[in-house]
């Protein structure tokens, strides 16, 4: 079973069908998804029950976010393991007509507590590509700090590592308005 978890602005939740239209949007959206690749209506369905699948596997994965002012989905966040990543990741996605209102640095730093409080993971990395500015400032406002180059589909990325639990949880107290 997937849980509910809540963060001030945000519900993450289980992936629901009313999910599917909003999620398939940004999927076919080439601005929003230059980095992920952009898919076809067909493929953000499989893509949808791809994250809702990874639960029933892994025991965690992307949650759909949704704004409790208003119900809406947002996007989604969560610990991430396919098989062929490096590492256990902290990964989040925001839909365009909500990007930049700190959703996804909210989502992610709740699902990173998630990971060391409820997982148990010591570490977590966040696969960034070097030319995704977004999510670079997303990662750094969390506390995770450059490590590695890694070549994924092309792109050339980075492995930002997290603070451990103790450390970012001094950080969010210190520098994340929003708690």
């Known amino acids: 079973m997937i849980p509910t978890i809540e963060s001030s602005r945000l519900l993450l939740r289980a ?18 998804c230059r980095h992920i690749g952009v898919l076809s209506r067909g493929d953000a369905w499989r893509a949808m029950a791809f994250c809702a699948g990874h639960w029933n596997l892994l ?24 098989k062929e990543w490096p590492e256990p990741e902290i990964g989040w996605g925001i839909f365009r007509p909500h990007q930049g209102r700190g959703y996804a640095t909210e989502a992610a730093a709740r699902s990173l507590l998630h990971a060391y409080e409820v997982l148990g993971w010591k570490t977590a990395i966040s696969l960034v ?26 792109e050339t990325c980075t492995i930002y590592r997290h603070l451990n639990h103790d450390d970012f949880q001094l950080h969010s107290k210190e520098k994340m308005r929003w708690q």
């Open 59 to 82: 025991g965690f994965g992307f949650w759909s976010l949704e704004l409790k002012t208003t119900g809406e989905n947002v996007g989604y966040c969560g610990p991430y393991f396919p």
């Open 129 to 154: 590509a070097n030319s995704n500015a977004a999510s670079i400032a997303v990662a750094e406002r969390l506390g995770a700090r450059p490590e590695a180059p890694y070549e994924y589909r092309g």
């Open 15 to 32: 992936w629901r069908e009313s999910d599917f239209e909003a999620y398939a949007a940004f999927r076919a959206d080439p601005e929003a």
